[in-house]
């Protein structure tokens, strides 16, 4: 997959730009906050749904406007399709596929794929569930994009299970509200067990790609490993420090996986029932993949708090590796495979696992680099540069004459 031509309306810091982009590497240069990343970030979002720096819509919006457009044009091998995405934070957000009716941005999943590595993704590791409840979603998304709906139904119902919660804090318990409560407890199992389906498919999928990816790109004889942690099995995301050293490194696979849906629906239902109390008293839900981890460890040992820097480097780029190579065999078509974009990252790599992501990048049909300035950037990456700067207080981005450097 690639685009051909990117064009931004009131995103981030540009109140209006257009992009021409080439097949193979395509290279933003420029000083920091002028915007390069937020040209990375709109081709993710575009994709996604998403953004990798902040949970909602509200800061991608210039500021003093009310909407914002992304449009593109994306190829698919022979295939070409026009995307337009207005981005409308406390509103749904609308699509446009080759310039049809406007319909939800959920129809636009599945058409465009990229794979996006950032700084950011350090956290990915070292920061709280949510990043990593986040990653197996978006990805699954990608891969899956009717399950952008069930994600979006399950938040609303958790959301107003909550509420219901909340109100029986403060305001007493009554009969009312038990039957109220095992509708909310129907719906949110309902969407709870094909959501924790997913992740759970996501991270048996993702698991054998992760191993040869760190090794890839460390050379380590440890191996990297993911266990999923969940509520319906004990864990508890309040008193979760990160580092749960009573894994056995022969048996990092869940007790859940390998369930039904059907299965995964009835453990979530009972175990809303076994915390009723808590919850009760606490006005909020205790059970479900909201409440969710993933373990990231190496061998045994936990990553978080344990691993080096260059070893929690490598493992948050395995897996976005891990990701590219899933997608990959989703879709093994010609054409098919994903954009990948190069957010900063190679100014925080050693040589040598900045030799090793470069090698996987040349490869791609199409990759979006950012970088402060072109020393930063391999050589081979090179071929097609762009100097982005603010005029006026306008980030603008126009491609370089070969040769010239930032």
């Known amino acids: 997959m690639r685009l051909s031509h990117l064009v931004l309306q009131d995103f981030r810091s540009y109140a209006q730009t257009e992009l021409v982009l080439q097949p193979g590497p395509n290279v933003l240069l420029g000083f920091n906050g002028v915007g390069k990343t937020n040209i990375a970030e709109a081709i993710g979002y575009l994709s996604s749904l998403s953004s990798h720096r902040v949970p909602q819509d509200a800061p991608l919006i210039r500021h003093g406007e009310s909407q914002a457009i992304i449009r593109a044009q994306a190829h698919r091998g022979t295939r070409s399709a026009f995307l337009e995405l207005e981005i409308n934070p406390g509103k749904s957000n609308r699509a446009r596929i080759n310039r049809g009716s406007a319909v939800r941005a959920t129809e636009m999943l599945g058409i465009l794929r990229s794979v996006l590595f950032a700084p ?100 380590s004889v440890r191996t990297a490993r993911m266990r999923y942690l969940s509520s319906l099995t004990g864990h508890d995301e309040d008193d979760d420090d990160g580092a749960d050293t009573s894994l056995d490194p022969a048996t990092d696979v869940s007790a859940l996986e390998g369930a039904t849906t059907e299965e995964l629906t009835e453990q979530l239902h009972q175990g809303l029932q076994s915390v009723r109390k808590r919850e009760r008293e606490r006005g909020m839900t205790l059970i479900g993949p909201h409440r969710d981890d993933v373990h990231f460890s190496l061998d045994a040992t936990p990553v978080k708090g344990y691993a080096s820097h260059g070893e929690t480097w490598s493992y948050a780029l395995g897996l976005r590796l891990a990701s590219y190579r899933v997608m990959l065999d989703d879709d093994p078509e010609p054409g098919a495979e994903p954009i990948l974009i190069l957010d900063d990252v190679f100014a925080e790599l050693d040589a040598r696992r900045r030799r090793r992501l470069a090698e996987l990048a040349i490869g791609a049909e199409q990759v979006v680099v950012t970088a402060a300035v072109d020393d930063d950037v391999p050589e081979a990456l090179l071929s097609n540069a762009y100097r982005v700067e603010s005029v006026d207080q306008i980030s603008q981005a126009t491609l370089m004459e070969p040769g010239e450097t930032q």
């Open 120 to 219: 950011e993704d350090l956290e990915l590791v070292k920061g709280p569930p949510t990043l990593r409840r986040r990653l197996f979603d978006v990805l699954a998304v990608q891969l899956r994009p009717a399950l952008g709906q069930l994600r979006q139904d399950y938040d609303k119902v958790l959301r107003q299970r909550n509420a219901l919660l909340k109100s029986i804090r403060h305001e007493g318990f009554t009969p009312t509200h038990e039957s109220t409560l095992e509708v909310w407890d129907t719906q949110l199992s309902q969407a709870g067990g094909r959501l924790l389906g997913a992740r759970l498919d996501m991270l048996a999928t993702l698991r054998p790609h992760l191993s040869q990816a760190y090794q890839d790109l460390s050379d």
